[in-house]
Every structure is written in structure tokens, then in C-alpha cells.
């Protein structure tokens, strides 16, 4: 692997001209650090919910989910990460740290709107613990999470996945009424990424039974996962109920439409993804934590401007809360 992790690659390089902001004061060695610091390891450890981004051996990509109690996510060291915790056991994760151990992670805290995204690679343990070795780690502002606090456990007896090619109309509504999705790419040579992304019920319109489109808003304009769609189209979707705490995950390829009519169906959106559905996994029992909804973003398109002080952007170099404006990066 090229060392791509203090600089942008040729893809968000791409995307950012595209949009025309260049870097927009973020250089990248401003945003990144090589390594955890403190206040980012105490986050991790304080947290209960991480997505991951991994390859199989097919190249697809897949994004999981790993949750459990305070303490599930270990620091070892500044760039050591053991993560416990539960997964669904026919999710891909370890079977694709098996033969990719490129990996990205999101961990994230709904309730404070808190985020830490730590990009590097993994190994799977033979009791199912993944060290995790970062080479990449920063914050991201609480731009269009969904507050959620986490109310308890619930009993899991996981029954088995369901596979498939294609949404059923169950699992089509279910996206249809979704607030929340994680998203997942990789690049050839700077490794795997996970992300979120949010919206009102509905922002992530079902075409057909295996086409998704879905807007983007304004970020922070460094573009990590458009970035990475332009270099490698293989992405992977994780939609969370949280409700009943199952998941499904998607795989399949990803495009990036500029120009396209159907933007204006979408307000605030800067561009649109369009993803193209290759493989499905329904996760009966994807959490076992139980979740209770607390409110949309404050700046959510449509939404009433939220005062400052509810507005909080996460410092990417201590992994901690700072007032800032809406124009933060998200």
C-alpha cells in the first residue's frame, strides 16, 4: 500500500475540482494525524456503536456493524485498537479481514452527534476480536445525525441471514423509511473507509429493486468518499433499524451524477449518488443494543436554522466537541 494517508488522492482531488473548492482551507496534513491522541481514545472507549469498511476476496465492498457496551472499543496504544463487542455471525467482517486487511472505521455517538473516523488495517483474532491498527484518524462535524440514546440491551439470538441479488418490498420499504445509512469505499491504494450519511425518511429514494439514489449535501469539501466512488465504484450500504435492531447491507457499485434532473426532487442536495445493487444481506439481529429516537439533525434541508450553540463540530485532532457555525465541515 502506498502511503496515501497525509494527502489527498487523485480521486477527492478530482471530485473537489469538480465541485470547485479545492482543498477550501482543509489541507490535508491539517486534518490528519497519523495516530490516536487522547481525547480521541477516551471517545472510543466511552462509545457502543463503530462501522467498519472491508473487502472480500471477490473485491466487493461492505460496510458492518460491531456495538456493545462502554469498553468494547479498547485503546491499546495511540495506534493500537481492539474491538470487541457483537456482530451478526453471518456478517462478512472477519471472514473479509481473511483475506483484505485494508479497513476503515466510523465510530459514532448519536445522542451527542459525536463522530471519529480512523482509516488503516485490521486482523481478526480466533475469538472474533479485531485489532485494529490506525494509519489515518479525524473528526467530523454532526452535520444530519439523527440524535439517538441507547436505552438498554436486548436479547440476541441471532437467526440466520437472508441473501439475495435484489430488495424485496419489505426490505424496500424499509429503506424507504430510513433516517440513517452508513456507507463504505475503498481506494486501490489509500485503503477502506466508512462514513454516514442522514436525512429525513425518505432521503434515499428506492428506483427499483436494485437501484438506489440518494443526495449529497455539503460536507466538509475533502470528499473522502466521493473521492474514493471516483477511483473505485465498489461501495457497500449498511440502513440500521433501530427500531428492531436488524440491518441490511448492500453491496454494488456506485456513480456520482452532477447535472442530473432528478436533483431538484432533492432539496439542498450538491450532487447525487446513484448505487446499483449487487448483493443483499438481511441481518435479523444486527445490534444488540436497543435505541430510542430523539430528534432529526437541526440541519436537516427544510429544518428551521438551529442556534449556534446546538451546533457543535467535532475537533479532529482531540476527538472532543467545539462550538462552531454551520459552515463547519461535516
Not at 440514546?149 to 424507504?176: C, M, N, Y
Request: proline share 7%.
Amino acid at each position: 500500500m502506498t502511503n496515501q494517508y497525509g494527502s489527498y488522492h487523485e480521486g477527492e482531488l478530482e471530485v473537489q475540482n469538480r465541485a470547485g473548492v479545492g482543498s477550501d482551507g482543509l489541507p490535508a496534513d491539517a486534518m490528519y494525524r497519523a495516530a490516536m491522541p487522547t481525547g480521541v481514545q477516551r471517545f472510543l472507549a466511552a462509545q457502543q456503536l463503530a462501522v467498519l469498511s472491508t473487502m472480500d476476496a471477490e473485491g466487493r465492498v461492505w460496510a458492518s456493524m460491531r456495538s456493545g457496551p462502554p469498553g468494547f472499543l479498547r485503546p491499546i496504544n495511540e495506534s493500537t485498537l481492539e474491538i470487541g463487542g457483537y456482530s451478526h455471525r453471518d456478517d462478512p467482517l472477519l471472514a473479509n479481514l481473511a483475506t483484505h486487511s485494508e479497513t476503515g472505521m466510523i465510530v459514532i455517538h448519536l445522542a451527542a452527534r459525536h463522530r471519529v473516523r480512523l482509516n488503516g488495517t485490521a486482523q481478526a483474532r480466533p475469538d472474533g476480536r479485531i485489532v485494529f491498527t490506525a494509519h489515518q484518524v479525524y473528526g467530523n462535524c454532526p452535520q444530519y445525525i439523527q440524535a439517538r440514546t441507547v436505552i438498554g440491551d436486548r436479547d440476541v439470538s441471532p437467526a440466520p441471514a437472508r441473501f439475495g441479488k435484489a430488495l424485496d418490498q419489505r426490505q424496500r420499504q424499509s429503506i424507504e423509511h430510513a433516517d440513517t445509512l452508513f456507507i463504505a469505499t475503498a481506494h486501490p491504494h489509500s485503503g477502506a473507509d466508512a462514513s454516514h450519511r442522514g436525512g429525513r425518511p425518505g432521503f434515499v429514494c428506492v428506483e427499483n429493486e436494485q437501484r438506489l439514489l440518494f443526495p449529497d449535501y455539503r460536507g466538509n469539501n475533502m470528499f473522502n468518499t466521493l473521492g474514493n466512488i471516483i477511483s473505485n465504484p465498489r461501495t457497500g450500504l449498511l440502513f440500521p433499524d433501530f427500531q428492531s435492531g436488524s440491518a441490511l447491507q448492500l453491496s454494488g457499485r456506485a456513480s456520482i451524477l452532477w447535472d442530473d434532473p432528478r436533483m431538484k426532487q432533492f432539496e439542498g442536495a450538491h450532487r447525487l449518488v446513484e448505487f446499483d445493487i449487487e448483493q443483499v444481506i438481511e441481518l435479523p439481529e444486527a445490534t444488540g443494543l436497543r435505541f430510542e429516537f430523539r430528534g432529526y439533525s437541526p440541519v436537516l434541508p427544510g429544518e428551521p436554522p438551529a442556534a449556534t450553540s446546538e451546533f457543535l463540530a467535532c475537533d479532529a485532532q482531540s476527538g472532543v466537541a467545539s462550538p462552531a457555525d454551520r459552515s463547519s465541515p461535516g
